[in-house]
């Protein structure tokens, strides 16, 4: 049996615990820079034992708005600057660092956003409801034609390539939540006629011309990683597979691509956090043998080994975020805090984005 403690080897690294510092995203930048406290956190939480390091979600620079208001971006010859210190830092503790990249399509909020048609989507379906951030509306979003598409999938290229020049050992594209390439995989999101659009081969289409191109032009020389979320909104209802069939036929198309690492998200909004992560990591290992990373409701020892029954790396996020010594307390089997899902909604909301 595997346990918090257990040591793996994922990809060239052999690691001592199967730990891993979820993506946690902050929204703190003033610019398109990362935080220098955001930085340290990365650096001591690598230093307290993680041994995957995963950043928050960092946007893609596209024409169309791609990022949220706070969001650091990932693209240019700055970015790897400092990337590559955060990276060298992170590295000598012996943790992985894994690169998020993201771009929020529909749900972006900068202000270029505000206009009817500034953002991009895989259909014409705006997001329902106010922006938490900006309590606007959200705009009626652009259907992406062919030529953007393989624009989008170039600009995930070129911070692809800069990430392997940045120093770190793995990319997780972001297909989660929501954001940009769940419009496309998410059903009641897609309602596109094309080749994109329509069943679950179409509508994972995106996705898979962009791990294959991603892995031609790093050469193999990181480990790749794709997000899932157990839903595309804040709704339980609103799943991303509605049948187990559904599921299977997916992980059967990300099994011929150039995919590593699946990670499994499922936000602790939800009444029961750790059971939607449980029920979608033992559905998603019967169909998938590669690497399975999983985050959502893991607060203790007891959480983190249910999940690893079943994935490779237990993700924490918020309990790590907030408790430095979470690993000496989960090694020494000593109490550690759970949080309920208004818990969360309180220190997630307010405590952590503002």
Not at 170 to 195: K, V
Not at 197 to 214: E, S
Not at 286 to 295: D, I, M, N, T
């Amino acid at each position: 049996m595997n346990t918090l403690f257990s040591p793996i080897r994922i990809g060239q690294f052999n690691l001592n615990n199967r730990i891993g510092f979820a993506p946690m995203s902050r929204l703190a930048a003033l610019d398109d820079t990362f935080p220098a406290r955001c930085r340290e956190l990365l650096v001591n939480r690598a230093e307290s034992g993680c041994a995957i390091i995963t950043t928050e979600a960092l946007a893609i620079k596209t024409t169309a708005p791609s990022s949220l208001m706070g969001q650091s971006l990932f693209y240019s010859d700055k970015h790897v600057q400092e990337w590559r210190s955060i990276n060298q830092q992170i590295r000598r503790y012996g943790a992985v660092p894994i690169i998020q990249l993201n771009h929020s399509g529909r749900l972006a909020n900068d202000r270029r956003a505000w206009n009817e048609g500034s953002c991009i989507s895989s259909g014409d379906i705006p997001h329902c409801g106010l922006d938490r951030m900006t309590k606007r509306p959200y705009v009626r979003p652009k259907a992406m034609m062919q030529q953007e598409i393989n624009q989008l999938i170039e600009s995930f290229v070129c911070s692809a390539k800069q990430a392997v020049k940045a120093g770190f050992a793995g990319i997780e594209i972001n297909c989660a939540h929501g954001y940009l390439l769940n419009q496309f995989i998410a059903e009641s999101i897609n309602n596109r006629q094309d080749c994109y659009g329509g069943n679950i081969a179409n509508r994972f289409k995106i996705v898979t011309d962009l791990f294959c191109a991603l892995r031609v032009a790093t050469e193999g020389k990181v480990l790749l990683s794709i997000r899932l979320s157990y839903q595309n909104s804040a709704s339980a209802a609103d799943k991303l597979f509605n049948k187990e069939s559904q599921l299977a036929q997916a992980m059967a198309i990300l099994a011929k691509s150039d995919i590593d690492i699946i990670s499994l998200s499922c936000p602790e909004m939800l009444d029961d956090p750790i059971g939607y992560t449980l029920h979608f990591a033992s559905l998603v290992r019967k169909y998938w043998s590669r690497y399975l990373f999983a985050a959502g409701g893991i607060h203790n020892q007891d959480t983190a080994n249910r999940i690893l029954n079943y994935a490779d790396i237990a993700m924490v996020g918020k309990s790590l975020l907030l408790t430095p010594q979470w690993i000496e307390l989960a090694k020494n089997n000593w109490p550690l805090d759970s949080f309920d899902r208004k818990d969360c909604q309180e220190i997630y909301g307010n405590k952590i984005l503002y």
